[in-house]
């Protein structure tokens, strides 16, 4: 089957550029002699993640429902990476009695309190990473602050017995805001320094905190210093996009992941061309708007991923996508009806969302594969 034998839209995965993806960061990690524990939120696929490694490869998830999935299909030492809300207990009971080797993460002494008094309740073994605000891009404690060491103090149990601490976990979101590899560095060495920082208060406490987590796309390929980290985290690094690609982590020609649309339409006197993919195929992130080169909903493809130079989805609407020349509407071609393009997504994650499965290709337009994917929280 051909990519012309489809019906659009269909998100196109080329396994080529994905498994490039993968081999890139593993080198890139392993002189450090870190644990790479990558993040399948993005991918959200039993067969991407066995791209990864086997089922003893360490997962980070960002749902419950992640966590079962991965567990269904033989992985067991999952990371759930978003604050823990009490009401998830249960659920993550269910999984631990399953065999899950499951850890939690929290930044506040609330959840710490009705997390150990659960496990205690229970008898579950349950590792807790209390999560550090390096950057203050979003949730977490900052590594001086008291409450860390308050934290901690409700998290006394041990291996085996109740919610114990198991260490520290940050990720430095506001790498995705860098403008240079320099910039990307020093994200880097703030994220590294603040979480062996914390670490280190919480072992002065009297905990062994054993793990110390860090990880985001492009922290993990600029990083010049791991000292103290135990594992590294990150996810849309097998695919890449837009936005990675403006922070300058990788190049368009490293995005294994596109939307394929068919032309069903012009505006000439607009020097649009009307596809079959709008905001429902690619998602409403406009993530690149916020970066020196605006990409509107993404860059355009040829059938065979090779990119038609200043040709961008520039708007959309739900069903309708609107391509045309990045800078004089006037330069746009005017593609026949039928013709297929591939457009290259701002957020690798968001797009992937709003489909079932992976289109599978090696670098052309044979289709070699349908890799299943999931969405949803319950």
């Not at 809300?85 to 959840?111: Q, V």
């Amino acid at each position: 089957m051909q990519l012309a034998d489809l019906e659009t839209p269909q998100l196109i995965l080329d396994r080529e550029r994905l498994d490039r993806n993968i081999e890139r960061l593993r080198t890139r990690l392993a002189p450090f002699g870190v644990s790479l524990r990558p993040h399948v939120k993005t991918n959200k696929s039993a067969d991407v993640t066995r791209r990864l490694g086997g089922t003893d490869t360490p997962l980070t998830v960002s749902t419950l429902k992640e966590a079962e999935y991965f567990l269904d299909h033989g992985w067991r030492d999952i990371l759930y990476a978003v604050g823990m809300a009490p009401s998830k207990l249960p659920h993550a009971e269910r999984l631990i009695r399953r065999g899950a080797r499951l850890t939690i993460i929290l930044d506040n002494e609330e959840t710490a309190e009705a997390v150990a008094a659960f496990a205690g309740a229970r008898g579950l073994d349950l590792p807790v990473l209390i999560e550090i605000d390096t950057d203050g891009h979003r949730s977490g404690v900052r590594p001086e602050d008291e409450a860390l060491l308050r934290i901690g103090a409700r998290l006394r149990g041990a291996p085996g017995q109740g919610a114990w601490l198991a260490g520290v976990l940050t990720h430095s979101g506001e790498s995705y805001n860098c403008r240079s590899h320099e910039a990307i560095e020093a994200c880097a060495e703030q994220e590294r320094a603040g979480a062996v920082r914390a670490a280190e208060r919480l072992r002065a406490d009297g905990h062994a905190a054993p793990v110390v987590s860090v990880g985001s796309t492009p922290t993990a390929h600029f990083a010049r210093s791991l000292e103290g980290v135990t594992e590294v985290r990150a996810g849309v690094y097998v695919f890449f996009d837009l936005v990675m690609h403006g922070v300058g982590v990788c190049a368009v020609e490293d995005i294994a992941l596109s939307v394929l649309c068919t032309v069903i339409g012009h505006q000439r006197e607009k020097g649009w061309l009307i596809t079959d993919a709008g905001w429902m195929a690619m998602s409403r992130d406009r993530g690149t708007a916020r970066q020196p080169v605006d990409q509107g909903y993404g860059l355009v493809c040829d059938e065979a991923g090779r990119l038609i130079p200043d040709l961008i989805m520039a708007d959309a609407n739900q069903e309708h996508g609107i391509v045309r020349h990045r800078g004089d509407p006037a330069l746009t071609p005017m593609l026949p009806v039928g013709t297929l393009l591939r457009i290259v997504p701002n957020h690798a994650c968001a797009t992937a969302a709003q489909f079932g499965a992976y289109t599978v290709v090696a670098g052309g337009t044979e289709v070699q594969a349908n890799w299943p994917r999931f969405s949803g929280w319950a």
